[in-house]
């Protein structure tokens, strides 16, 4: 199934994807969807004849959950990113935290701080959480993925390494687009450790190209790991990291001055289009 939380003029909807329409699935966004009991098999069973339905073209998409209680990504867990970044391969995954304020939508413009002249792209396979575990291992930690989505981890890299902290780098206001959907693992080649690939371009430019097959630790074993240190709950979303690619790491540095046009996508999930533009006060 695909999975996504539509606007719809001041609010959303949840809804699975059929074809060019929406199903609404009779609740208002997808982490709500996930902390229902039997979740997958109502929405499932919705229909164009028992619920109300959407045009899916046109549409325009919230982040596929846009209140998780976390959302934790992961740093340098692709081999080649590790390298151009001059690192050797970790022993343990690198964490760090984003928080709610920072998702936007598949289609919504990305807000470049006036503070950063190091504003740089990141795509990334997102897991979204399906149900509550902790210390999850194996099978448990396998059937708590509800499925993938796609993540663009903008970072203001001179905030970032201001510190040995990355937190304040990755963490600014509306400038992370997740989405647009959400995919259950049965549809992906490799379930749950799917093999993808995956792209970012910049006004048409390819910046990174790369498999999901390369990450050193995959879906499952992040689960596990971040399952031990606190609660997953449905709807939270682990940022798998990037390929190489990045603009930091390219000599000289290449960054996003405004204006421009980013495009995340993987295979099988689905594209993030954003224009990047000044920051809007709020």
């Given at each position: ?188 080649p490799g379930g749950v450790r799917p093999a993808l690939d995956i792209r970012l371009t910049v006004d048409g430019e390819v910046m990174q190209s790369d498999s999901t097959a390369d990450l050193l630790f995959d879906p499952v074993a992040l689960v596990e790991y971040v399952s031990t240190i606190v609660r997953l709950n449905p709807g939270d979303i682990i940022a798998t990291g990037t390929p190489g690619g990045v ?36």
């Open positions: 199934m695909k999975l996504a939380t539509l606007r719809t003029g001041t609010t959303t909807r949840a809804v699975r994807l059929d074809g060019d329409v929406l199903i609404d699935l009779g609740v208002p966004d997808v982490g709500t969807l996930l902390g229902q009991d039997g979740w997958a098999g109502r929405a499932a069973a919705a229909t164009a004849g028992n619920a109300e339905t959407y045009a899916a073209e046109g549409a325009e998409y919230a982040p596929v959950v846009p209140q998780p209680s976390k959302v934790i990504c992961v740093g340098l867990n692709y081999r080649n990113h590790i390298k151009e970044m001059g690192r050797d391969l970790p022993e343990h995954p690198t964490l760090f935290a984003k928080f709610a304020d920072a998702l936007i939508g598949a289609g919504d413009d990305i807000q470049r701080p006036e503070e950063t002249g190091q504003f740089d792209w990141e795509a990334e396979l997102a897991v979204v959480v399906g149900k509550r575990v902790r210390r999850a291992r194996g099978e448990e930690a396998e059937q708590a993925i509800a499925g993938f989505t796609v993540l663009n981890d903008i970072t203001c890299r001179d905030w970032q390494f201001r510190t040995r902290e990355w937190l304040q780098g990755k963490m600014w206001d509306s400038t992370t687009p997740v989405g647009p959907c959400l995919v259950t693992p049965d549809e992906l603009g930091h790491a390219r000599k000289p540095g290449r960054y996003l001055l405004g204006g421009e046009t980013v495009v995340a996508e993987i295979d099988g999930i689905g594209r993030l289009e954003n224009r990047v533009v000044k920051e809007k006060s709020v």
